[in-house]
């Protein structure tokens, strides 16, 4: 994910180059931005998360270890705004209408399946929500996955695994079509 002048770019930014981080967030913002809305399920919401992790990003600059790639740092960022964004009181009232709001009649059977997939994705606990919406929407090798929620390897297999099987329990009602 890191790009070979990564290094260079974030020295620079630490040094207060704003320019340099731009250069390094610049190709940060559009995976970011679909992995808070996949976690969150609000666009405006997950414009809000991204932008407060890039300041965060910002001011935590120095707290990337050297050697480190910016990418799966500034991911963790972006999926710890979203969690601490869910966890405050006002996303579960504001959210609870949507949630429990019934599926709309007469709708074709593929858009029910992604209705049902997004609550099955969004009933999934943070940690795995986000080990899915990283490996398979974003299609980050499981290494990165790892690295962006600062687990192992093995760590991010079995949040993946036990999401998956999480969301099969939900979905068992439809067969698989190939």
């Given amino acids: 994910m890191g790009a070979p002048g990564d290094s260079?770019?974030?020295?620079?930014?630490?040094?207060?180059?704003?320019?340099?981080?731009?250069?390094?967030?610049?190709?940060?913002?559009?995976?970011?931005?679909?992995?808070?809305?996949?976690?969150?399920?609000?666009?405006?919401?997950?414009?809000?998360?991204?932008?407060?992790?890039?300041?965060?990003?910002?001011?935590?600059?120095?707290?990337?270890?050297?050697?480190?790639?910016?990418?799966?740092?500034?991911?963790?960022?972006?999926?710890n705004q979203c969690r601490s964004l869910r966890r405050t009181r006002w996303w579960s009232v504001l959210r609870f209408e949507q949630v429990h709001s019934p599926a709309a009649q007469g709708t074709e059977d593929a858009t029910v399946r992604g209705a049902d997939m997004r609550r099955a994705l969004q009933r999934l606990p943070d940690g795995q929500r986000a080990a899915i919406l990283l490996h398979f929407y974003l299609d980050l090798p499981l290494e990165t996955v790892a690295a962006v929620l600062g687990i192992s390897v093995s760590g991010a297999k079995s949040r993946v695994n036990r999401a998956l099987k999480r969301m099969r329990r939900g979905l068992d009602s439809y067969e698989v079509v190939m």
Wanted: aromatic share 8%; glycine share 6%.
């Fill in 8 to 79: 260079d770019l974030i020295a620079r930014a630490r040094a207060g180059d704003k320019n340099a981080f731009e250069q390094l967030l610049r190709p940060m913002v559009a995976p970011a931005a679909r992995l808070a809305y996949g976690m969150l399920q609000d666009r405006a919401a997950a414009e809000d998360v991204v932008q407060e992790a890039a300041l965060k990003a910002w001011r935590r600059l120095r707290s990337l270890r050297p050697g480190s790639d910016f990418g799966p740092w500034f991911l963790g960022i972006a999926a």
